[in-house]
């Protein structure tokens, strides 16, 4: 069910470690309703119903499993910045290439995210 002051939140979802931790956090959020999930390669696809979304006013947290913010870049290709931007090597996680992310690690940095979107 949408909820329109609810959050949009939005991962990368690359096939490394880091990227598939991003989209497992957000699916997370999204289950456990604290934001709603949307589509970032819809939004970096300029696919409209997708960009109406996410240039509707709404809180949005992005999610990037690098450095190389691919979920924020799509974002900005529609002057669209997030509330809420989490570099995920800024938790100290690796970018691992054909590995799945720790779920230890995943609980963890889920944590923290939460943490700092409840302390703002």
Do not use: W
């Amino acid at each position: 069910m949408k909820q329109k002051n609810m959050p949009l939140v939005y991962s990368c979802s690359g096939c490394s470690s880091a990227a598939q931790m991003a989209n497992a956090i957000a699916v997370k959020m999204d289950r456990e309703k604290l934001a709603e999930m949307s589509c970032i390669a819809g939004v970096g696809g300029n696919v409209k119903p997708l960009v109406n979304t996410a240039t509707s006013g709404r809180d949005i947290i992005a999610i990037d499993g690098c450095p190389l913010a691919c979920c924020h870049h799509c974002l900005a290709k529609h002057d669209v910045q997030p509330t809420y931007h989490f570099l995920l090597h800024e938790f100290d996680v690796k970018k691992r290439k054909g590995i799945d992310p720790d779920e230890d690690e995943t609980n963890r940095v889920y944590e923290r995210i939460v943490g700092e979107i409840k302390d703002y």
